[in-house]
C-alpha cells in the first residue's frame, strides 16, 4: 500500500516562500524511476498542474508559477518538494502530489494560503 503525505503548507503573506514536501512510503520504490507532479485545488476549481518532474529530471511549470516555484526531489530521503517563492495570493489552495498518472491513491494535501 503505498501512501503519500504532503507537509509544508501554511499560511504566509504576499511576497512570502514556502517549501512544500511529498513523502512517498510503501512499496513505491524510488521516486526516480518515476514522474512526478504537484497539483493544487482551489476552493470551486478543479484540480490543476503545478509542477512536474520527469523521470529523467526534466521540469515543466504551468505558466502562472514558471519563475516562482521549482519543484525537485531527494532520491535519498524518496521525498518530493515544490519551494514556492513570491507567493501571490492567488496561489491559495491545497496542495496534492502524485505521480504522472496513473495516479496512485490521493494523500490529504497540504493548506497553503497566502494573505495580501
Known amino acids: 500500500q503505498v501512501q503519500l503525505v504532503e507537509s509544508g503548507g501554511g499560511l504566509v503573506q504576499a511576497g512570502g516562500s514556502l517549501r512544500l514536501s511529498c513523502a512517498a512510503s510503501?512499496?513505491?520504490?524510488?521516486?526516480?524511476?518515476?514522474?512526478w507532479v504537484w497539483y493544487r485545488q482551489a476552493p470551486g476549481n478543479l484540480r490543476d498542474v503545478v509542477a512536474t518532474?520527469?523521470?529523467?529530471?526534466?521540469?515543466n511549470y504551468a505558466d502562472s508559477v514558471k519563475g516562482r516555484f521549482t519543484i525537485s526531489r531527494d532520491t535519498v530521503k524518496n521525498t518530493l518538494y515544490l519551494t514556492m517563492n513570491s507567493l501571490k495570493p492567488e496561489d491559495t489552495a491545497v496542495y496534492y502530489c502524485?505521480?504522472?498518472?496513473?495516479?496512485?491513491?490521493w494523500g490529504q494535501g497540504t493548506q497553503v494560503t497566502v494573505s495580501s
Open positions: 502524485n505521480k504522472i498518472p496513473p495516479w496512485l491513491g
Open positions: 510503501g512499496s513505491i520504490g524510488s521516486i526516480s524511476t518515476m514522474g
Open positions: 518532474i520527469f523521470r529523467n529530471g526534466f521540469t
